[in-house]
């Protein structure tokens, strides 16, 4: 909860996967408990993700190994431009596919030679911790891999508030888990895995047993809308990012209060929190919320 000082850190680009898998007719997530020693989030329950590194944004390489061409790339992750570029939009998928083998150990891709390498030896390699900086490059490089773009689809464009020290420029995507993958954590940058169904998680959430994340606590939310994994994918199928959510960190006596950019107050110059009534402000499980309070380890809900 470290504000900045000064001019705003300048974002780092990232990519999140909101995995998805149908049980009995309803949707599940998979979340993942970040490190309490991580620099970002600690001890929270996220998606699975991470930064767009140097090698996700060779878009000359990467045209040969994926399941979309250019034009098709263009039409779903960048259809209305938004300053997302044919290049980036491929960087931010190629970032989502890496980072979702990494941390959760699915990999969005098919095999289309018998002897390529396969899931176990993959597997094996992260288990022990010898997945090279390039080891997706070098998965596909030799053929018989094809990653699978068009697994991902467009949820939300998040940035971290301006006031925070390290920022993220994330997009987040939806994809359904391949079957016959499990999903595992890493247990060093992750140390907890757990499917859950949305209203579960913010149940949970709210008696601080499954502390989340600010975007992830507002997805959750979010899909709670969608009463079946058919039902999310007829509404991704032609989902366009909509406008970045930057919110807005206000430093408070006891933690600190987010304002979404929905908040009527999120533009206002002066903002004055009475920490005394936020309790009785906190919004139950399914009520729509503007606010997000950071209380005792755990963000909360909150209707303005």
Same mark, same amino acid.
């Given at each position: 909860?470290?504000?900045?000082?000064?001019?705003?850190?300048?974002?780092?680009?990232?990519?999140?996967?909101?995995?998805?898998?149908?049980?009995?007719?309803?949707?599940?997530?998979?979340?993942?408990?970040?490190?309490?020693?991580?620099?970002?989030?600690?001890?929270?329950?996220?998606?699975?993700?991470?930064?767009?590194?140097?090698?996700?944004?060779?878009?000359?390489?990467?045209?040969?190994?994926?399941?979309?061409?250019?034009?098709?790339?263009?039409?779903?992750?960048?259809?209305?431009?938004?300053?997302?570029?044919?290049?980036?939009?491929?960087?931010?998928?190629?970032?989502?596919?890496?980072?979702?083998?990494?941390?959760?150990?699915?990999?969005?891709?098919?095999?289309?030679?018998?002897? /390529?390498?396969?899931? &176990?030896?993959? @597997?094996?390699? !992260?288990?022990?911790?010898?997945?090279? =900086?390039?080891? +997706?490059?070098?998965?596909?490089?030799?053929?018989?891999?094809?990653?699978?773009?068009?697994?991902?689809?467009?949820?939300?464009?998040?940035?971290?508030?301006?006031?925070?020290?390290?920022?993220?420029?994330?997009?987040?995507?939806?994809?359904?888990?391949?079957?016959?993958?499990?999903?595992?954590?890493?247990?060093?940058?992750?140390?907890?895995?757990?499917?859950?169904?949305?209203?579960?998680?913010?149940?949970?959430?709210?008696?601080?047993?499954?502390?989340?994340?600010?975007?992830?606590?507002?997805?959750?939310?979010?899909?709670?809308?969608?009463?079946?994994?058919?039902?999310?994918?007829?509404?991704?199928? /032609?989902?366009?990012? &909509?406008?970045? @959510?930057?919110? !807005?960190?206000?430093?408070?006596?006891? =933690?600190?209060? +987010?304002?979404?950019?929905?908040?009527?107050?999120?533009?206002?110059?002066?903002?004055?929190?009475?920490?005394?009534?936020?309790?009785?402000?906190?919004?139950?499980?399914?009520?729509?919320?503007?606010?997000?309070?950071?209380?005792?380890?755990?963000?909360?809900?909150?209707?303005?």
């Amino acid at each position: 909860m470290t504000p900045s000082t000064g001019t705003p850190t300048v974002p780092i680009p990232a990519a999140t996967v909101i995995l998805i898998r149908d049980q009995g007719g309803q949707v599940q997530v998979y979340l993942l408990k970040r490190s309490s020693h991580s620099r970002f989030m600690p001890g929270n329950y996220v998606f699975p993700g991470g930064t767009v590194s140097h090698e996700d944004t060779d878009a000359d390489f990467w045209n040969d190994y994926v399941d979309m061409d250019r034009g098709q790339v263009a039409s779903r992750f960048a259809p209305d431009g938004g300053g997302l570029g044919v290049e980036d939009a491929m960087a931010y998928g190629i970032a989502a596919i890496r980072e979702t083998f990494e941390e959760a150990s699915i990999l969005l891709g098919r095999r289309t030679i018998a002897i /390529a390498k396969g899931m &176990g030896s993959l @597997r094996h390699e !992260r288990g022990c911790e010898a997945l090279s =900086g390039t080891w +997706l490059r070098e998965l596909v490089l030799p053929g018989g891999w094809i990653l699978t773009l068009s697994a991902l689809a467009c949820w939300s464009h998040w940035i971290t508030p301006r006031a925070r020290s390290r920022r993220y420029d994330t997009r987040f995507f939806v994809a359904r888990i391949p079957d016959g993958q499990e999903c595992r954590p890493d247990h060093r940058e992750t140390t907890h895995g757990i499917w859950v169904g949305p209203e579960e998680a913010l149940w949970r959430n709210q008696r601080g047993t499954l502390p989340l994340s600010p975007p992830a606590l507002t997805t959750l939310h979010e899909l709670l809308s969608y009463p079946s994994v058919k039902a999310l994918e007829k509404e991704t199928s /032609a989902r366009p990012w &909509g406008a970045p @959510r930057v919110p !807005r960190l206000i430093p408070i006596a006891e =933690g600190g209060l +987010l304002l979404l950019p929905w908040d009527p107050d999120y533009r206002s110059q002066t903002i004055k929190v009475a920490v005394e009534g936020l309790e009785r402000n906190r919004a139950p499980v399914g009520r729509a919320f503007s606010r997000l309070w950071y209380h005792k380890g755990i963000w909360l809900p909150l209707i303005p």
